[in-house]
């Protein structure tokens, strides 16, 4: 690929701002990653149109990432374009119960800036530090509550390259599963929620209760991704890596964290290779003394 005259085309497309061999690892919250040829900080809707439409036009590998707090990059180049709307795609606006929230919004500022309005329902996501495009695309959620539970519609950019407005039923919301990840090439610009009323000072105090319970039992300090694995139906994914004897196990600077064994952490000197043979053997390990299938919530990009 010519990677000199697609540079010239994108500048040429007027996106917002480039970088070139941008390294992921500052994108991710694992903190490792190799360097994407594009990283591209997406100035609004119009330029994530032109800029997507190019790359399905020329065939260029191509993504959209939030916080990287779901990730795991392999350590060589990403070969095409990576789409981040973190920077630009920040609007809230709020009326009455109704808080509309663009993709790149933070989920924590999101969580603490509606309960100062006095608007109920995003307590679950006071801990999560991803956007709200990740957190739809993941029916992200905590203490038994997750997004479905608040969402009412999304705009959404879809293969055609039009904006289509999606319902919560056509959401197809799941354990950890929205429709976005069924139509990997659609982009959620701006979901739309419906809050309940309640004290601002009763929902700050359950936010800050929950932050000190997340701080006590998650190794907060260490890049990770959250929990490696989703929960198997029986029992949680970390006792059956307990009952492995894998808590604390390392492989290089990865290691199942000694305070909450679904999480993986990097040590500070992990490569994205190191978390990768982990997971695995963590599911190979789990898969032959119990025989159940680990199933990864930490999303694997450009592996292949
Ligand atoms: C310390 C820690 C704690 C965590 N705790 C929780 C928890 O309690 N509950 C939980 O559910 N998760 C948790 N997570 C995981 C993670 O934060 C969530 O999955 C979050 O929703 C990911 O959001 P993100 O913006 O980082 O998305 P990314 O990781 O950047 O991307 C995730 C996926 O979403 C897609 N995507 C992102 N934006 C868009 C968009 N606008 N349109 C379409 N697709 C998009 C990406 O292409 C990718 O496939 C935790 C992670 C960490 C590091």
Not at 60 to 89: A, P, R, T, W
Request: glycine share 8%; proline share 3%.
């Amino acid at each position: 690929m010519d990677f000199d005259q697609i540079f010239y085309d994108l500048v040429d497309l007027d996106l917002g701002d480039i970088l070139e061999n941008e390294p992921m690892y500052k994108h991710t919250t694992f903190k490792v990653g190799g360097p994407a040829r594009f990283f591209i900080h997406v100035k609004d809707t119009e330029a994530l149109q032109r800029g997507v439409a190019f790359c399905r036009e020329k065939n260029i590998k191509h993504m959209i990432v939030g916080k990287g707090s779901d990730l795991l990059f392999s350590d060589k180049e990403y070969e095409g374009v990576i789409f981040s709307l973190c920077q630009n795609f920040n609007k809230v606006s709020m009326n009455g119960l109704e808080i509309k929230a663009q993709a790149g919004v933070s989920m924590i500022y999101l969580a603490y800036a509606a309960a100062k309005t006095g608007l109920s329902g995003f307590e679950f996501m006071g801990g999560i530090p991803g956007t709200i495009g990740g957190g739809v695309y993941m029916n992200a959620g905590a203490y038994k509550y997750c997004f479905a539970d608040v969402f009412t519609s999304a705009l959404v950019l879809n293969e055609k390259n039009e904006l289509m407005t999606l319902t919560k039923e056509q959401m197809n919301f799941g354990y950890r599963k929205s429709i976005l990840q069924e139509h990997k090439d659609w982009v959620l610009i701006e979901a739309t929620f419906t809050m309940n009323p309640k004290d601002p000072q009763e929902i700050i105090s359950v936010l800050d209760k929950r932050k000190e319970k997340r701080m006590a039992s998650q190794p907060w300090n260490f890049a990770s991704a959250g929990s490696v694995f989703r929960n198997p139906e029986e029992k949680p994914a970390w006792k059956y890596i307990d009952e492995c004897g894998l808590r604390g196990y390392e492989i290089g600077g990865a290691q199942v964290s000694p305070k909450h064994s679904n999480f993986i952490v990097n040590n500070g000197y992990a490569s994205a290779k190191d978390i990768l043979e982990l997971i695995l053997l963590v599911e190979k390990t789990v898969f032959d003394r119990f025989k159940v299938e680990l199933k990864k919530e930490v999303i694997l990009i450009n592996w292949e």
